[in-house]
């Protein structure tokens, strides 16, 4: 028996083969274009599918694709669905970026990031712990590709490989995780978490090595290193998909194993130890970033804030926090996705990063010193944008169970508006510097609908929370 | 155990010598053909080179003719080994020297086989000039791979072993047509001096045994290990020092940890095609052999744990040997010599299932250092014939065929061990056999040393693809490819990774046992 599903999974891998090919054979520069387009178009119209069809029936799981009564493939369920939305909307936008701004190796680029779309996609809709696995680690690949070749200066080969082993030296954590988990619980799918027994020593071992395996992603504080230096050297578009889309993997792989794996006694002696780095990466990298001159380091590290932000709420609390967390992984995505895309403006137009060098552009780009503002004040997380609603929910939830822990969180966000507000008086409101009489074209029409859709989004989700909290029950973890 | 010679083998045996005979006899005819050329070229040598069709033809037939004949030897094979019982048949020679035919033995052989007929199909389509000797010299290896998986006692399988590694020690001194390289002749005459070492070890380990317990037989060990405690015998000491000798055989062969500093030296010196011949060829073979032959070895508990040192030796060995080298040849024999660590580690455990592994570990690997062998003859250096040997002429090939080097970089992924690829499933079920019997230190430990592996792989990957400042390359320098090999490329590669899904029909698949 075949069900529609089937066929629908079927034909997008050959459909992904095909584009492969396609792109492998074409040596015209608006034919590759457009098959990335279009690629990316197909994944964006069926992610509305699955939006405008989702329906909670099967047990909080919109759509199983089994093979047959033990081979489940995938499931996608809300979480899912919302990662789902948040890598359909970023891939066409670099698509578009690369239109304006690649010159090298076009073909190759596109290829990759086909590749890429491709592997995240599957990535967050498996239903197997080993084959989650298999695709997060083929992800390096292309990621390496992207930092090396269409870096921009010359310590991306350093970053290259700072991520290549950071990424392959968590993995190890994660691999012999994987196998106790296959030899004491005898399953690795997903849903059978919920009904493994696993004795308590277990639990905590299981705990601590998916903590760490993941805390390399996230980033947590002494595995953070690789982060700013590969967001640095990687082209905008590659530190636009790594901070909207691969540091979530860390928060997706942790909601799926390590709460349905450990039992909430277990969770409660793992706790201190979790909060504990939580909170000293989150105040370190907060005071880092004030320091910082290079704008895509600022951003990397104000990154590494929101993240542990998230992460915060996502254990002290299991009933709002879970759900704040989530929401801030969504806003975070918007937010430092449209900030990555702005720094990749400036920088295509002025070959500068560092912020001291810039000033007063509202005068002559004032279009885009209009989005930058936004932007940036939606990373402050003001009220009216999405980063505000997932923020409160978080340290809602912290003010009931961790008080101390919540004046920790809440010291970040002062120092996240220091730098925010200085970045921003320095580049919009300075006077003007020498450097800027050369390249003063403000944002053309296809940058403007760049950065018009992120915006879009991130004051829809501020000020309509509830299309995303309905979606977020704290059900959605048990996929009750 | 001896039954005498029936009817349907000796026909069996008369057409397979009928065969060998006849396509040994074409090949000498067409060799003497070929001097008779080389005698009028070797004036103009260099117009030999550029050209021609003609020789390009006759070596075609030449090495058709040894594939033609190893398929019909095979079939003929495989028509009789379907009468055979699970146990195998035995013949008696005269001098008591005795073979034995048996389903898996048939499909030892065709390992061989196959291997053979890879490696002479890929030297076919990369055109790679060998000398009209060596084609011979292939048919002759069959007989030898025959008689090494059919010996069924030490004499048999010494001999076998002895002609085997003779036709092996006239590749190493092989010298190629095009140019002549003194380094050929030292690493020939070194790898015969150790290779008779190796032998002799082997050769004294089972002079020993037999010397007290007056056995000759393969089966009759392996009875008599089964069903007698070795801690009781009043030989005690010199079992155990007999059994380490022939172990110390097998692994010098093998060139595992402690006895493995001459293989970089040889392979370093032998020629290009040849290396690739000894690092596909070799490991599977004589792993199969061991674990045929030998298996009464693991009857006695300290052999285990002596393997397993022993690999784990040779894992530490060859990946931090491996940082160090600069050049392709030196590098593929460090791999080796590490990869064969993780085999040797396996099968120390001494198991059904981690004979099973390592059997497929060892011939994953060697099918991986295939069709690296078939990717690098693409990467011509600058100077000189073969593929480039010096890990900087590969940088920035990117720029000059970049298909090709994504297939390249896809199979260094797979020697390093990256997740959906082959070369990742074969170290997982290492990793799984080790926590499976409780080694879960020694897990973490597989693991972490093949992420420091990982790091020379990595490496040619970087210089690949970015290497500095690209305006260095220039382009018009390297050599055209053609369309067609890049295509079998990718297919190979294409090949390796749908191997995936079949991997745990591999592993369930008790084939071998």
């Given at each position: ?6 066929v629908l ?27 990335g ?34 081979l ?38 596109t ?9 995240i ?5 498996v ?29 991306k ?26 030899y ?69 792989g ?23 780095f ?24 104000s ?5 542990n ?10 009933q ?14 918007l ?28 005068q002559?780009m004032p ?23 997932g ?12 008080f ?8 970040s ?10 970045v ?57 | 155990?001896?039954s ?33 050329d ?37 079939w ?12 195998g ?37 990369l055109?790679?000039?060998?000398r ?9 290896l ?21 002609g085997?590694?003779f ?116 490991k ?10 030998f298996?009464?070895l693991f ?47 396996t ?21 991986l ?17 073969g ?81 500095g ?6 382009i ?9 090999n ?23 698949n008790?084939?071998?046992?």
């Open positions: 028996m075949v069900s529609i599903e089937f999974f079927v034909c997008f891998i050959a459909f992904f083969f095909f584009v492969c090919v396609l792109i492998g054979s074409s040596t015209n520069y608006n034919n590759i274009l457009i098959v387009l279009v690629f990316s178009g197909v994944v964006l119209v069926l992610v509305g599918l699955f939006v405008y069809f989702y329906d909670k029936v099967q047990g909080g799981c919109y759509l199983y694709l089994r093979l047959n009564d033990n489940r493939v995938i499931c996608i369920d809300d979480l899912s669905l919302l990662l789902l939305f948040l890598t359909s909307l970023i891939f066409p936008l670099c698509f578009l970026y690369n239109l304006l701004y690649v010159k090298f190796a076009f073909k190759y680029y290829f990759l990031l086909i590749v890429l779309e491709f592997l996609f599957f990535c967050f809709i239903d197997n712990l080993l084959i989650f696995y298999f695709l997060f680690e083929a992800l390096l690949f292309p990621m390496f590709l992207l930092i090396g070749l269409w870096g921009s200066r010359g310590r080969i350093h970053a290259a490989f700072q991520f290549f082993f950071f990424t392959i030296a968590s993995s190890i954590l994660l691999l012999i995780g994987i196998s106790l988990i296959y004491k619980g005898g399953s690795l799918y997903f849903d059978d978490f919920k009904y493994m027994w696993l004795d308590e020593r277990t639990q905590l071992v299981v705990g601590i090595l998916f903590f760490f395996g993941f805390a390399a992603k996230i980033p947590v504080f002494p595995l953070h290193i690789w982060l700013p230096e590969a967001h640095v050297e990687a082209p905008t578009v590659g530190s636009v998909i790594l901070a909207a889309l691969l540091l979530k993997f860390g928060f997706y942790m909601v799926r194993i390590i709460f349905l794996v450990c039992d909430s006694n277990v969770l409660l002696i793992l706790r201190p130890i979790f909060l504990t939580c909170c000293i990466s989150l105040v370190y990298s907060a005071a880092c970033a004030v320091r910082q001159i290079d704008l895509k380091k600022i951003i990397a590290y990154s590494v804030v929101h993240m932000v998230a992460l915060l709420g996502f254990f002290v609390s299991f709002g926090g879970l759900v704040g967390a989530t929401y801030l992984m969504i806003s975070h995505g937010i430092s996705g449209a900030m990555f895309f702005c720094v990749g403006l400036l920088y295509e137009r002025f070959h500068i990063r560092n912020f001291m060098y810039f000033g007063g552009l509202v002559y279009l885009f010193s209009v989005f930058f503002f936004i932007i940036m004040f939606s990373n402050m997380s003001l009220p009216g944008t999405c980063n505000f609603i923020e409160i929910l978080v340290f809602i939830s912290l003010f009931c169970n961790g101390f822990v919540m004046l920790l969180g809440l010291m966000v002062v120092l996240v508006a220091v730098f925010c507000l200085a921003l008086s320095r580049i919009i409101f300075y006077q003007i510097t020498g450097l800027l009489y050369s390249n003063l074209i403000d944002l053309t029409f296809v940058e403007c609908l760049l950065l018009f859709v992120l915006i879009f989004y991130i004051v829809l989700f501020g000020l309509m929370p509830n299309l995303l909290l309905g979606l977020l029950d704290v059900g959605f973890v048990f996929r009750i | 155990m001896v005498f010679i029936t009817n349907e083998l000796s026909c069996f045996l008369l057409i397979i010598l009928a065969f060998l005979s006849s396509a040994i006899l074409f090949n000498i005819l067409i060799v003497s053909f070929n001097f008779i080389a005698k009028k070229t070797f004036y103009r040598r260099q117009t030999l080179l550029n050209s021609n069709s003609f020789f390009l033809g006759f070596e075609f037939i030449l090495k058709n003719s040894i594939r033609l004949s190893l398929f019909i030897i095979l003929f094979e495989y028509l009789l080994s379907k009468y055979f019982s699970m146990f048949e035995t013949i008696l020679f005269l001098n008591g020297v005795s073979f034995c035919l048996s389903k898996s033995i048939f499909y030892c052989q065709s390992v061989g086989f196959c291997i053979i007929s890879l490696f002479l199909i890929a030297v076919c389509i055109h790679i000039k060998i009209a000797e060596e084609v011979v010299l292939f048919n002759l069959l007989i030898f791979i025959c008689a090494l998986f059919c010996s069924n006692d030490f004499l048999g399988f010494m001999l076998a072993l002895e085997l590694s036709i092996l020690y006239i590749f190493a001194s092989t010298i190629n047509v095009m140019e002549e390289k003194r380094s050929v002749k030292q690493a020939g005459a070194k790898y015969l001096v150790l290779g008779l070492f190796s032998s002799s070890l082997l050769l004294f380990g089972l002079s020993l045994l037999y010397a007290i317990t007056g056995l000759i037989n393969f089966t009759d060990y392996y009875i008599y290990f089964k069903y007698i405690d070795i801690n009781l015998e009043p030989f005690k000491g010199v079992f155990f020092i007999s059994f380490l000798f022939i172990i110390f055989g097998f692994l010098f062969k093998l060139s595992v940890a402690p006895f493995h500093l001459w293989l970089v030296d040889i392979y370093r010196g032998i020629e290009d095609h040849i290396t690739f011949f000894f690092a596909i060829f070799t599977p073979i004589i792993i199969l052999v061991f674990l045929f032959k298996s009464f009857f006695v508990g300290f052999i285990s744990s002596v393997l397993f040192f022993v690999g784990c030796c040779s894992i530490i060995f060859g990946t931090f040997g491996a940082i160090v080298q600069y050049d392709m040849k030196g590098l593929i024999a460090y791999s080796s010599i590490s990869n064969i660590g993780y085999v040797i580690a099968i120390s455990l001494a198991n059904l299932q981690s004979f099973n592994v390592g059997l497929i570990y060892v011939l994953i690997y060697s099918l250092i295939f069709v690296l062998f078939f990717i690098l003859y693409h990467f011509r250096s600058l100077s000189g014939v593929f480039a040997q010096n890990l900087y002429d590969y940088k920035n090939y990117f720029l000059v065929s970049s298909s090709l080097v994504f297939n390249f970089s896809i199979l260094l992924f797979s020697l390093m061990g990256l997740p959906p690829l082959i070369g990742f499933f074969i170290k997982f079920y290492v990793l799984l056999n080790l926590i499976s019997q409780n080694f879960i230190f020694f897990a973490l430990f597989f693991v972490v040393l093949s992420v420091i592996g990982s790091f020379y792989y990595i490496r040619i990957i970087k210089d690949l693809f970015f290497y400042n690209f305006i260095e390359v220039e018009t320098a390297y050599p055209k490819l053609s369309r067609i890049i295509v079998l490329c990718f297919f190979l590669n294409g090949l390796l990774i749908f191997m995936v899904f079949f991997s745990d029909m591999l592993l369930t008790c084939w071998l046992f």
